[in-house]
């Protein structure tokens, strides 16, 4: 009887403990949704002779990935669009401005036996600018392209679905415009803080 008992005991643990299986094979596809936390440096730049800062925001995220190769994938990020609040000097309001941040990625995703599936990921981000706003008189930021760097961590919750945490950082600078003149360079060089549900098909 104790044996019998120390051998269910035993299956129980192992169950408990068993990662479910969540491979990254050539051809798959995963499509994830979340949300994100844009959160800009500290210093923004000059706009004007002033100290710029631009604040942060939290908006829905969207990534599909392809796995071109076991392991290796291709990724898209996509979000609903981001808003901006611009102050100068600590205290006057520039106005604010929307973005959207569309990146393209090559993630190389860590092979593992346990539930958590670490990875990381190098690409290129093309921000787009719109919908500025300034009580100052017409605002406009130019489209920026760069870099884009990011770590996560996968943790399997079934066979095919994973609840993913990760950071990326994003090389983001903007040409700013105020009344058709030159008022400096928006240095936002942002970090994301992303949690989503990713699943794969």
């Known amino acids: 009887m104790m044996n019998k008992l120390a051998s269910l005991t035993l299956s129980a643990a192992l169950v408990a403990v068993a990662a479910p299986v969540f491979a990254q094979s050539q051809g798959d596809w995963t499509v994830g949704v979340g949300v994100g936390y844009l959160d800009p440096k500290s210093d923004n730049g000059s706009l004007a002779g002033f100290d710029a800062d631009v604040d942060s925001d939290t908006r829905p995220i969207f990534t599909v990935e392809y796995f071109v190769q076991d392991n290796l994938g291709i990724e898209l990020l996509a979000s609903t669009p981001y ?4 102050t100068l000097g600590g205290s006057v309001d520039a106005g604010s401005v929307k973005h959207l941040p569309p990146t393209l990625s090559l993630n190389y ?17 093309y921000t787009i600018f719109f919908d500025e706003d300034s009580p100052l008189g017409d605002l406009a930021l130019d489209n920026s392209f760069g870099v884009s760097l990011q770590a996560g961590l996968d943790y399997m919750v ?8 990760n950071v990326r950082w994003f090389d983001i600078d903007s040409d700013v415009k105020l009344n058709g003149n030159d ?3 928006a240095e936002i060089d942002p970090f994301l803080i992303g949690l989503s549900y990713v699943h794969r098909f």
């Open 83 to 86: 808003k901006h609040d611009v």
């Open 109 to 125: 995703h860590f092979p593992t036996s346990s539930a958590w599936k670490p990875y990381v990921g190098a690409g290129l981000n």
């Open 158 to 165: 079934s066979e095919k679905g994973a609840v993913r945490l």
């Open 183 to 185: 008022i400096g360079t």
